[in-house]
């Protein structure tokens, strides 16, 4: 694909614990367009935090294993230990991250101005990339730089409504509320420039009256500045209102990516079928599959949805599925529930 900014590709990885080695992603696939909005959608502990983290390159270095594939953001490989300079110089610039709870995020014992700053003096887009490398506190912040940045601050921060921004920044983070520090998040995401915007899970914390303005502004912001977002989420109906596209996680899977209204009008995998089904009225969390999980430690060989399917058969527990791709439409299915996509099933299995 050729306006692909992101691409993840065959991405298998987990952690080693007491348990054994836990699976956590097996060939997980994903691209992001520039200025697209992307929901990654699934039930709880289906991997979504940890293919955000694998991007960000913030999973725990003691325990993770890379076991294969490739993550590959505007042709650097985010992967390759000999690549450390060019994943930095992505990392926190032209990838930036909002997170679920924006209270932790922020340090409690400094301001917000002070924490503004110091995003700035590193991340923001009149930094130029490279030179040489000082200690922390040698690294000069020049006064005309300081200051175009403090006007982009400024800007930004009524950009995103926030009232008083000089009082703001004299305040701590315990003084603004849960909407105001989620604001914030989406502010100093937005400062660097960056093209590409991960948001995992950005509302769950917020009062239910606040979330929709806050995915309504990350919206606006992105599509006025041509920003990428990967939004990770378990409520299918902020999904509808603000993606573009929308891939379907399973136990460590993508199972289905299809452009948002082919996504609720024609739900392709038999998973994204129930997760549908299971919505209570009016949108809301995904509870009530029935079934469990597979276990990270020993996935099924076969699809990882047999257990729970009403579709299943032999072909299912032998064997994965492979990607069987529409028109934009992907989904790993033997038994997809929409003749398109069975064509495309006949006529690929028939050339094997
Ligand atoms: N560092 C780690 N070591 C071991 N297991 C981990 C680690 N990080 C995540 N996991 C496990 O990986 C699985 C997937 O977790 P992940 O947070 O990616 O799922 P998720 O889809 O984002 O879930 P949620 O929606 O609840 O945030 C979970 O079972 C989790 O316990």
């Given at each position: ?14 952690f ?61 490989d ?31 014992v ?12 590193w ?41 008083n ?79 573009d ?76 599925p ?31």
């Amino acid at each position: 694909m050729t306006d692909a900014l992101l691409t993840v590709d065959g991405l298998s990885l987990g952690f080693r614990g007491e348990g054994g080695f836990a699976h956590i992603l097996s060939d997980a696939n994903m691209t992001m367009r520039r200025g697209e909005i992307m929901g990654l959608v699934g039930e709880s502990g289906c991997g979504k935090s940890t293919l955000a983290g694998a991007i960000l390159g913030v999973l725990p270095r003691t325990s993770l294993q890379v076991r294969g594939g490739t993550i590959n953001f505007d042709g650097i490989d985010m992967l390759s230990g000999a690549n450390t300079r060019a994943q930095e110089s992505v990392r926190g610039r032209r990838v930036t991250f909002i997170p679920q709870d924006p209270f932790t995020s922020l340090n409690p014992v400094f301001t917000i101005g002070q924490q503004i700053t110091e995003l700035m003096k590193w991340k923001s887009p009149r930094r130029a990339p490279g030179g040489v490398r000082l200690p922390a506190l040698m690294t000069p912040y020049p006064r005309a730089r300081r200051r175009a940045d403090r006007d982009q601050v400024m800007e930004m921060l009524n950009l995103v409504q926030l009232p008083n921004p000089e009082r703001l920044l004299k305040k701590y983070p315990h003084e603004v509320s849960g909407g105001q520090r989620q604001r914030l998040m989406i502010a100093m995401a937005l400062l660097p420039e960056p093209d590409l915007i991960i948001a995992d899970e950005p509302t769950t914390a917020l009062d239910v009256t606040i979330q929709a303005q806050i995915l309504g502004l990350l919206r606006s912001l992105a599509t006025d500045r041509g920003v990428a977002v990967m939004l990770t989420t378990h409520d299918l109906g902020s999904a509808y209102e603000i993606c573009d596209r929308i891939t379907v996680m399973y136990a460590g899977q993508d199972v289905e990516t299809a452009p948002v209204a082919e996504f609720f009008n024609r739900p392709t995998h038999p998973y994204t079928a129930k997760l549908l089904d299971s919505l209570p009225e009016g949108g809301g969390g995904m509870t009530g599959i029935p079934g469990e999980l597979p276990s990270f430690y020993a996935p099924p060989p076969g699809c990882r949805f047999q257990t729970r399917c009403e579709r299943m058969t032999e072909a299912c527990k032998q064997r994965p599925p492979s990607d069987i791709a529409g028109p934009d439409h992907v989904v790993r299915c033997f038994h997809p529930l929409h003749a398109t996509i069975t064509d495309a099933l006949a006529t690929k299995e028939a050339s094997l």
